[in-house]
């Protein structure tokens, strides 16, 4: 038996970080077996479905590296076949036309749950004669369930699942209007396509026992059933915003890699021992359903942080330039980044990543800290680096800049000897001199090492941005009037 799998999200929003999952679990499962993983698009809602949610959930596929198999398969184009369905099942007794009005139904609604039932249509229309329906009326068709007995689902995940026939309605198959429901073009398609497992999330589950009966009435074997438990926040609370439940795209452009997501979606509710790092080859051999946790897996924002921190100090630097130069539209300053991003530029910051990535937990962590290479002259000061650049201290860094220039080659090496020997001329720590440097050519009070900065900078930049710094004292000291 081959395995087909399939994820079917409801195109009404972006791919949640919940449904990503989903499709991850899909996909590892049935590339783990030799298997296929399709896609279905179920865009039957037609007044809520929208293209650019299609859009998104295709490309967040695609950005997570989940591929699916075959075409994608949208659901509403295969309302003739849901209906064909129906129609087959009215013509062997297993479903009936209903000739309720709203009113009624309402009524039956508001009855049922004042005594308690959870049944809340009360069979009327089941075994009535269709001579009987009141003139003009449009019926629904509802599947005859069966009325004793149990529902059994074996999950997976859940274990055995029991539900008393006597407490499931006969449920519509098609609206009044000829549309079919969920429950009958999911069961439909998943017969169609072939799936032989469905593993989807557990809010599904009250769900598979109404899916069984519809293929039991048809004959049609019933796909092995997965319930995952839901992603919950780290207070174990429903997901929120607060707690991540944002789309994938949102992943995308706050820093994160693709492959450091899948990473910790995989161990969002399953297992393998201790494992915590999984690469795709991994995942692929060892992930299985019954290691799936029936307790709802809590998102830890931290965690994801710090996995990929990980990734990006394990990644060659030449791919991760690549993943921000991808990540750039995405961002809200991406198109003037990208507008800078020349030959020169890219060379500087292929340097300069050993050092950049070494503390990053996401890409916008790694553009932040090449701000100092990024920066167009006269470079913009923040706080603590005003703060620092007394008038002395520009003075300071006026004869630093004179030592600077007199240095040749223009190396690591050479601009240590040259700014040490200027400290220990003037009788200051090292630091007294690199801090006021450091503040001139990056904005900042924090950097790469010092001397790698005035490396990656080059000697023409270096002292250009030292010259604008000692243009604002000038201008400062005239301000003031001294002189």
């Known amino acids: ?177 000829g549309t079919p429901t969920y429950m009958l073009a999911v069961v439909v398609d998943d017969h169609d396509m072939g799936v032989t497992h469905v593993i989807r999330g557990d809010d599904h589950l009250t769900n598979a026992a109404r899916q069984k009966q519809i293929y039991d009435a048809l004959g049609w074997p019933v796909p092995v059933m997965a319930h995952t438990p839901l992603i919950h926040g780290p207070d174990g609370s429903k997901l929120s915003k607060r707690h991540g439940a944002l789309g994938v795209d949102a992943y995308r452009a706050m820093g994160y890699l693709p492959a450091a997501l899948r990473n910790y979606l995989v161990r969002l509710g399953w297992s393998h021992g201790d494992q915590e790092i999984f690469s795709t080859a991994e995942m692929i051999a060892t992930f299985d359903l019954p290691q799936i946790g029936r307790s709802p897996a809590r998102f830890d924002f931290a965690k994801l942080e710090s996995l990929n921190g990980h990734y990006i100090r394990q990644s060659d630097d030449a791919e991760l330039l690549a993943a921000i130069e991808r990540l750039l539209p995405h961002i809200a300053e991406g198109a003037t980044l990208a507008a800078k991003m020349t030959p020169a530029l890219r060379q500087q910051l292929l340097a300069a990543m050993p050092s950049l990535k070494e503390r990053a937990k ?67 720590k090292l630091g007294a001199v690199a801090q006021p440097l450091r503040a001139a050519l990056t904005g900042r009070t924090t950097s790469p090492g010092i001397f790698e900065v005035l490396s990656l900078l080059g000697k023409a930049e270096s002292l250009a941005r030292l010259a604008d710094q000692a243009a604002r004292r000038d201008t400062q000291d005239a301000r003031s009037g001294v002189g």
């Not at 077996?33 to 998104?56: N, V």
């Not at 003139?135 to 055995?160: C, F, H, N, S, Y």
């Open 1 to 177: 038996m081959t395995v087909v799998t399939r994820f079917a999200p409801s195109p009404t929003g972006f791919l949640h970080i919940g449904g990503a999952r989903t499709a991850l679990f899909n996909w590892l499962y049935a590339r783990g077996r030799g298997g296929k993983m399709h896609l279905r698009i179920e865009d039957t809602d037609r007044e809520r479905s929208t293209q650019a949610a299609i859009d998104a959930i295709l490309d967040g596929l695609s950005w997570l590296g989940i591929e699916w198999d075959g075409d994608t398969i949208y659901q509403f184009a295969r309302s003739a076949r849901h209906r064909e369905v129906a129609e087959s099942l009215l013509a062997s007794g297993n479903a009936y036309y209903c000739y309720a009005s709203p009113e009624e139904l309402t009524q039956m609604r508001e009855a049922a749950r004042a005594a308690g039932r959870t049944k809340l249509y009360d069979g009327r229309w089941r075994d009535r004669d269709a001579a009987e329906a009141p003139p003009g009326v449009k019926p629904t068709i509802r599947l005859k369930a069966p009325l004793t007995g149990e529902t059994v689902i074996e999950d997976q995940v859940q274990g055995r699942v029991v539900w008393q026939n006597e407490n499931l309605d006969d449920l519509v198959l098609l609206r009044s209007d």
């Open 362 to 428: 996401t890409l916008l962590d790694i553009i932040d800290g090449a701000h100092f290479l990024l920066a167009d002259r006269p470079i913009s000061l923040d706080d603590k680096a005003t703060a620092l650049l007394t008038s002395e201290a520009r003075d300071l860094l006026g004869d630093v800049a004179a030592e600077l220039g007199k240095v040749e080659p223009w190396t690591n090496e050479a601009t240590e000897h040259a700014v040490r020997g200027f400290a220990e001329q003037r009788g200051a």
